[in-house]
């Protein structure tokens, strides 16, 4: 049974427009979420997280939604740059995360020029 | 660069063969996660250690084990492989127990053959 559902496996985004990455999640105990983004060749990379006492955390042209009575999260990439090209990763944790992450299956983000 | 080393890089074996896959933490972190991803499943948490320690488990098959030395690198063991133990093997590290921002090294790839 998955915890962490990203239904898009792909998206495909004009370079200088928003991206717009959603995760859904079905633990009510989760209570902390990331997201990682990930290379090919490479380990994924943090980008941003969010505590469940929060609604919006924002860095830099990263920003995450968390909309806890949907179980919902969203990545906002604003404006998207050929190099945010990769696999994004949604995760989540209970307790502090001190069992490990759970991961969603990831959405392939390709900007195109 | 995360500052987390893993070796090796690419391996090759056949069925009912062991190998150990090795990881370094990064410098001062003492909590050590192990996370298999094979191709058509996302990040699954496997085992995490703290300071020497086995602290949590999640999806690892009794054939697999792992251990943290002294100096905080981690060696995991799997053993009487099959082909659909053929997967990306990740190690991430963070500063503390409990602590949500694990730093992901860049991966074994194994293969089963």
């Known amino acids: 049974d998955q915890q962490v559902k990203q239904n898009s496996p792909s998206l495909s985004v004009q370079e200088g427009r928003i991206s717009i990455l959603n995760c859904d999640y079905t633990?009510?105990?989760?209570?902390?979420f990331l997201w990682y983004k990930k290379y090919p060749a490479e380990g994924p990379t943090f980008l941003i997280s969010?505590?469940?006492?929060?609604d919006k955390n924002e860095d830099g042209r990263f920003t995450v939604f968390l909309n806890k009575s949907a179980k919902h999260l969203s990545l906002h990439i604003v404006p998207s740059q050929p190099g945010d090209s990769a696999v994004y990763f949604c995760?989540?944790?209970?307790?502090?995360?001190?069992?490990?992450?759970?991961f969603g299956k990831g959405t392939h983000l390709i900007i195109q020029p | 660069d995360s500052g987390v080393t893993q070796t090796p890089k690419h391996l090759i074996t056949a069925t009912g063969q062991r190998v150990t896959l090795r990881c370094s933490p990064r410098?001062?972190?003492?909590?050590v996660y192990w996370y298999q991803q094979s191709l058509d499943q996302g990040l699954q948490f496997l085992i995490q250690?703290?300071?020497?320690?086995?602290?949590a488990k999640g999806n690892i098959l009794e054939r697999f084990s792992a251990q943290q030395f002294p100096d905080l690198h981690s060696e995991l063991n799997l053993s009487s492989l099959e082909l659909g133990d053929s997967a990306l093997y990740f190690c991430?590290?963070?500063?503390?127990?409990?602590?949500?921002?694990?730093?992901f090294g860049p991966g074994t790839r194994l293969t089963v053959l």
């Open positions: 991430a590290s963070s500063v503390y127990l409990g602590v949500n921002e694990q730093f």
């Open positions: 633990n009510s105990m989760f209570d902390y």
């Open positions: 969010i505590s469940s006492i929060k």
């Open positions: 995760a989540a944790s209970e307790g502090g995360g001190a069992d490990g992450l759970t």
């Open positions: 410098s001062g972190d003492l909590s």
């Open positions: 250690y703290y300071n020497g320690e086995e602290r």
